[in-house]
Nanobody, 119 residues
């Protein structure tokens, strides 16, 4: 079974930066689509960024484009999310997700890590 463990969340002031990391284990990491989602209190879980092995192209939600960068290291089995110029509206629990390429989407989720941006 795939296991995902996030780390790197915390409290930061507006305009600051944080780097989240997700450690993948249990299967061949390089075969999986990887993504970050987030869920703010009282809201649905939203897509943040993804990275697919087939085209190695990152995709971003409009709300984070230009501020966040997703990267994967197939040697270390990790996917990171560098978050710059953070805003209070970025406050959420951030989740790492993994899925086999295809219509099933993301089948595996981490436990989440809290990111809080103070104004």
């Amino acid at each position: 079974q795939v296991q995902l463990v996030e780390s790197g969340g915390g409290l930061v002031q507006t305009g600051g930066s944080l780097r989240l990391s997700c450690a993948f284990s249990g299967r061949t990491f390089s075969s999986y689509n990887m993504a970050w989602f987030r869920q703010a209190p009282g809201k649905e879980r939203d897509f943040v960024a993804s990275h697919y092995p087939r085209d190695r192209t990152p995709y971003y939600a409009d709300s984070v484009k230009g501020r966040f960068t997703i990267s994967r290291d197939n040697a270390k089995n990790t996917v990171d999310l560098q978050m710059n110029r953070l805003k209070p509206e970025d406050t959420a629990v951030y989740y790492c997700a993994a899925g086999v390429p295809g219509p099933s989407g993301y089948d595996y989720w981490g436990q989440g890590t809290q990111v809080t941006v103070s104004s």
